[in-house]
């Protein structure tokens, strides 16, 4: 039978959550410019944060993966700083794909443009998803070591990329 090992199925996400906010990165800022070019006028602030969500993800991430990696014995590898930033980027890409579906739910949309913008919102919901799970994983940790008697407040290693914590 096969060991679950945490760090490989994290690494997995993270790898992930980086190519997916890639993805939403190029298409949303292709419908932005394309907004800004034909109409003339700022691009939907769904897109607008959309695109914000991409490069807050890709931020986040160098955080979720350099801190724990390089910075394990400061303050800023801290359980609850690492719950935070996972929760709130999940927060943030399901409000994005979420307003951005609405947004084109009720629209005449068609041409490339539009497959963008709808491709976008689905690439979205998958980042959603993987976020999701590494806060479920996050949260798992904390509730996990809550009740414990000495003062860990560590990140649980399993939760990092590196190989040796």
């Keep these: 039978m096969v060991a679950f090992d945490g760090r490989l199925v994290v690494l997995s996400l ?3 959550q980086i190519v997916l906010a890639i993805i939403v990165l190029a298409l949303t800022a292709y419908v932005a410019n394309w907004w800004g070019g034909y109409w003339h006028s700022m691009s939907p602030s769904q897109i607008n944060f959309l695109l914000f969500d991409a490069v807050w993800t890709l931020l986040a991430l160098i955080y979720l993966t350099l801190v724990p990696w390089r910075f394990s014995e400061t303050i800023a590898h801290h359980k609850f700083a690492i719950l935070a930033v996972e929760a709130l980027t999940t927060i943030f890409w399901f409000a994005g794909f979420v307003a951005l579906a609405v947004f084109l739910s009720d629209r005449v949309c068609y041409g490339h443009v539009c497959s963008a ?3 976008a ?3 979205g919901a998958f980042g959603w998803v993987c976020f999701a799970a590494t ?5 798992m940790h904390v509730l996990r070591t809550s009740n414990r008697t000495s003062r860990n407040d560590k990140a649980d290693p399993n939760l990092s990329v590196q190989d040796g914590v």
């Design 121 to 123: 919102a689905v690439f």
């Design 135 to 139: 806060t479920a994983m996050a949260v």
């Design 14 to 16: 993270r790898i992930a």
């Design 117 to 119: 913008a709808k491709a």
